[in-house]
């Protein structure tokens, strides 16, 4: 199973990608790159922040075109508190979230069940 990583914070994209040793996972720290990595490389699933500098994760969610397959296999992780932007972005969506911390089993199952539909 292929995993994109995207998180600004470089011990989380390490941590994460540790957790899902199963997994082929490939890091990138921006939305901007995991736009670039999408249009050259084939994911079965994304794991990425919520909150990043320049370009969010639902920004990122969004720009995905609308029948995409990964608009099914998107998992987002997040810490704190979310701009009331995200927060109505995520009321509006079906995509799932992780809190961080948040447990290496529960990361390992949200991956699992997202790729296997």
């Given at each position: 199973m292929r995993?994109?990583?995207i998180d600004?914070?470089?011990s989380m994209r390490v941590t994460t990608a540790?957790?899902?040793e199963h997994c082929d996972t490939h890091m990138v720290s921006s939305a901007r790159?995991?736009?670039a990595c999408l249009a050259?490389?084939?994911f079965d699933v994304v794991v990425c922040d919520l909150v990043m500098p320049e370009m969010t994760g639902a920004e990122l969610y969004a720009a995905l075109p609308s029948d995409s397959p990964l608009r099914d296999r998107f998992l987002f992780m997040t810490g704190g508190s979310l701009p009331v932007a995200i927060e109505s972005f995520l009321a509006l969506t079906s995509v799932k979230v992780l809190r961080k911390p948040f447990r290496v089993d529960d990361l390992?199952?949200?991956v699992r069940t997202l790729a296997t539909g």
């Open positions: 995993v994109l990583i600004d914070d470089h540790a957790s899902l790159e995991a736009i050259t490389m084939q390992r199952e949200a």
